[in-house]
């Protein structure tokens, strides 16, 4: 049978991602995962608990709103719970978000090499990309601010996956104002910034000001729950509603609700993640700028960016024999196979890594 589809569903294609279900190789189940930018210390212990106590849930439907975990989400940000929206994934939101905003032909700003959703979402909708190719969009603010006409929309991410830079408030803010003069849209990922090591260089308390400004979160990556799937953003009231009209019912789980909710309460568990993320990354960054195949891209979160002297496949095949994976960044627009991406782990497990890497 023939089908009839748009040209823009035709040509869409999967974004590859980290994991380790991202190979071809069958990979033992005890290999260390470097692919996943997710927290090294994995879920706060309470998750566990929560979910055992709930397994009754398993057979009912999920409260379609996800108003407890909205409650919660409104204590835990500041931000009152109308103007946020809670997804499977904040990559379902990037979906919903390109879906109710991006029209036909409509042109969108995409800073590159960053997570490719964002490119795939608006394509999807048939909106044509603009890209602005930069290691470091802190070094090209103006030409970012020039690209930028009516009705635009751009997309950042903050601190941006894969580089690991993180930009500064101020120049957010001056790609924020411009956008707004011009109409345009701006949708924000923020959702490594819970993992900075810097100061908090966030635009959340400028959600009030600027009704253009949409800013996407997640526990996937800040609390260790990418199994369970949940993102959230925030945005005007009015650009939520919309959103909340077009999302799936049910769209979240009842388990990942609950999971959610406690996870917001374990504030300690994220402290703890952010001292071993600085002191990991101190340690990855001096140790790998030591082999003489790999330099590393300065980093503000919990991955690094490596360029390497050999084919980043190769480098990938040669580290799963030794039962470690890392992200081979071949597949980012604006990059090649000479750069590789690392998540930061535990001291025991990045010492491994480093040695593996010294024998390659």
């Not at 991410?157 to 120049?171: A, D, E, F, V």
């Not at 009704?211 to 996407?216: K, R, S, V």
């Not at 300690?268 to 340690?283: A, C, G, M, P, Y």
């Not at 496949?313 to 960044?329: E, F, S």
Request: hydrophobic share 40%; with cysteine.
């Amino acid at each position: 049978m023939k089908f009839n589809l748009e040209r823009n569903i035709c040509n869409h294609t999967i974004v590859p991602h980290g994991g380790i279900y991202s190979t071809n190789f069958k990979l033992d189940p005890k290999i260390i995962d470097f692919s996943s930018n997710v927290n090294p210390l994995g879920f706060p212990y309470q998750v566990k608990n929560i979910i055992k106590k709930n397994t009754s849930l398993i057979s009912a439907y999920p409260d379609p709103n996800s108003s407890d975990l909205k409650d919660n989400l409104e204590r835990y940000t500041g931000i009152p719970k109308r103007q946020i929206i809670v997804g499977n994934g904040a990559t379902e939101i990037i979906y919903y978000f390109c879906k109710a905003f991006i029209k036909k032909n409509n042109q969108v700003i995409i800073p590159i090499p960053t997570f490719g959703e964002y490119e795939a979402a608006v394509l999807l909708q048939g909106g044509r990309v603009s890209y602005l190719k930069t290691m470091n969009l802190n070094e090209s603010i103006q030409e970012l601010q020039h690209m930028i006409t009516k009705n635009n929309c751009i997309f950042l991410c903050n601190p941006n996956n894969p580089t690991g830079y993180l930009i500064k408030r101020k120049n957010m803010l001056k790609i924020l104002e411009t956008a707004y003069n011009k109409s345009a849209l701006v949708f924000l990922d923020e959702c490594f910034i819970e993992l900075a090591t810097e100061s908090n260089e966030s635009l959340i308390s400028n959600l009030k000001e600027f009704d253009n400004l949409f800013i996407l979160r997640s526990l996937t990556k800040s609390f260790g729950l990418a199994g369970l799937r949940i993102g959230y953003g925030f945005g005007s009231k009015k650009m939520v509603d919309v959103l909340t009209r077009i999302k799936i019912p049910w769209n979240v789980n009842a388990l990942a609700q609950k999971a959610g909710i406690t996870a917001l309460s374990s504030k300690s568990h994220l402290l703890k993640t952010r001292k071993l993320i600085k002191n990991e990354l101190t340690f990855l960054i001096s140790s790998i700028s030591k082999i003489r195949n790999f330099t590393c891209y300065p980093s503000s979160t919990n991955f690094i960016l490596l360029e390497s002297k050999i084919n980043s496949k190769t480098v990938q095949k040669k580290l799963i024999k030794k039962k470690l994976l890392i992200r081979d960044c071949s597949t980012f627009r604006g990059l090649d196979n000479k750069f590789l991406r690392i998540a930061v782990r535990t001291h025991k497990e990045n010492v491994k890594l480093v040695k593996a890497l010294e024998e390659i």
